[in-house]
């Protein structure tokens, strides 16, 4: 149980172009979601808080303009990414918030030319 | 201010020695205490919840503890495959989940 999957694995787009990154949770429902970036070799940074119904809450420093979140149902969150640059180019990981304990997706590798 | 430390940052080991990773954490009213083990290129895989002092978990080579201030994850006889990054976190009463830095875990044969 409590698996969490992300679409696409890996996307590869020009500078100026939008990427869509989904989250799905396939065997529970999670009202809150996280998105994470992570650098090589580094630890997880959490970008944003995404609750069902609601509008997500951005950490410090994360341009919620940039980065839009929809979390339309209970099985769902997207991240888009609205006019990628080459410093955008990252490892984006989403997690789904089951009781206490949160389930990672696979991670989608993000690279922007 | 809430914190998750992990040591050592890194541990190299030969197979089948055995060792520990330690998680100190500072957290206000604590949720619960997670470790994931990350593979590279790969989200976290989630292994255990803690959820108060004295309390001991079990899968396979990993063993985790809890304190009221840390806890360890006790590898025994690892193998190769169990080279990976290891992950605590500590949920506060808020409902935050504050990650430690890794610890990154080398088996060799």
């Known amino acids: 149980g409590a698996v969490v999957s992300q679409h696409p694995s890996r996307v590869i787009c020009k500078s100026g172009t939008s990427v869509k990154i989904e989250c799905r949770s396939l065997d529970f429902q999670a009202t809150t979601m996280f998105w994470y970036r992570q650098f090589p070799k580094q630890s997880l940074m959490l970008m944003a808080t995404s609750n069902e119904g609601s509008k997500a809450t951005y950490e410090q420093g994360v341009e919620k303009d940039k980065f839009l979140i929809n979390h339309a149902s209970l099985t769902l969150s997207t991240l888009t990414v609205t006019s990628a640059h080459p410093e955008d180019s990252s490892f984006y990981i989403c997690?789904?918030?089951?009781?206490?304990?949160?389930?990672f997706g696979p991670g989608t590798r993000l690279t922007v030319l | 201010e809430d914190q998750v430390t992990q040591s050592p940052e890194a541990l190299r080991l030969q197979e089948g020695e055995s060792s520990s990773l330690n998680c100190s954490y500072t957290?206000?009213?604590?949720?619960?205490l997670f470790w994931y083990r990350q593979d590279p290129g790969k989200g976290p895989e989630f292994l255990f919840t803690l959820y108060s002092a004295g309390e001991e978990k079990e899968k396979e080579r990993l063993k985790a503890t809890l304190t009221k201030k840390e806890s360890f994850l006790h590898i025994t006889a690892p193998k190769p495959e169990d080279s990976a990054t290891y992950l605590c976190?500590?949920?506060?009463?808020?409902?935050?989940?504050?990650f430690g830095a890794g610890t990154r875990l080398f088996v060799k044969a």
């Open positions: 997690s789904a918030q089951d009781s206490d304990t949160q389930y």
């Open positions: 976190a500590a949920g506060d009463g808020g409902f935050k989940t504050i």
């Open positions: 957290v206000s009213g604590l949720r619960g």
